[in-house]
Structures are given as structure tokens and as C-alpha cells.
């Protein structure tokens, strides 16, 4: 009923810097917080950092001072930039969202917490 397609991951230089798009498409209400997570190979899957409907934002402390998580409400996208890329951003970029959203009988509200297929950010040193 709901996905999320991440896009803007790729090849970059240490020190340089992109921004990662998450758009979440299907019969949505609403969409509650929003987030961004990385896994590098062979780690965890780690949170980077949320965003709330209302805009409030909290980063993990390796990404604090170089990203920043924004969303368009009204056309159920979410962003993160990342500036002074490292080595060590190198990872598999998901977003994930917390969605309310139409069955398809068009009147049955749901709510659910989905995840985007990820996007790969490699960062050369």
C-alpha cells in the first residue's frame, strides 16, 4: 500500500557532500516521523537521524554538524544532506517512516512503519 524509494546515493570524495531523498508514494494520510539509517558491510544497521512531522530533528553523534534531515510535508518526501563526507560514511542509506495510511476499500485506516530498498553512499578517501 506504501512505498519508500531512497535516491541520491553514489560516489563521492571525502570532504564533499550529498543529499539522499526518500519519497513515500500510495493511498497515505499521514506521515508521522521519518528517518534515516545506515549499515555498512559486515555492521549493524544504525540510526543517522529522525525528524518528526513538526520538524524536530535528533542526529546520532557521528553525523552531529554534518547532516541535516528535512522533510516536505505536502509532498511526502524526506531528505538528508550530508556535508564533509569520511571513509567511514561509506554504507547502505535507508529511510524509514511511520505511515498512516487507506486499505483499499479507501476508508480503513492503518498505520505502519515502513523502510525504503536503501541507496549505497561510498565515500573515497
Known amino acids: 500500500q506504501v512505498q519508500l524509494v531512497e535516491s541520491g546515493g553514489g560516489l563521492v570524495q571525502a570532504g564533499g557532500s550529498l543529499t539522499l531523498s526518500c519519497a513515500a508514494s500510495?493511498?497515505?494520510?499521514?506521515?508521522?516521523?521519518m528517518g534515516w539509517h545506515r549499515q555498512a558491510p559486515g555492521m549493524q544497521r544504525e540510526l543517522v537521524a529522525t525528524i518528526t512531522k513538526g520538524r524536530s530533528s535528533n542526529y546520532a553523534d557521528s553525523v552531529k554538524g554534518r547532516a541535516a534531515i528535512s522533510r516536505d510535508n505536502a509532498k511526502n518526501v524526506g531528505y538528508l544532506q550530508m556535508n564533509r563526507l569520511k571513509p567511514e560514511d561509506t554504507a547502505v542509506y535507508y529511510c524509514?517512516?511511520?505511515?498512516?495510511?487507506?486499505?483499499?476499500?479507501?476508508?480503513?485506516?492503518?498505520?505502519?512503519?515502513?523502510w525504503g530498498q536503501g541507496t549505497q553512499v561510498t565515500v573515497s578517501s
Open positions: 500510495g493511498r497515505i494520510v499521514s506521515i508521522y516521523d
Open positions: 524509514n517512516a511511520d505511515v498512516l495510511y487507506l486499505l483499499g476499500d479507501m476508508k480503513t485506516l492503518r498505520q505502519y512503519n515502513y
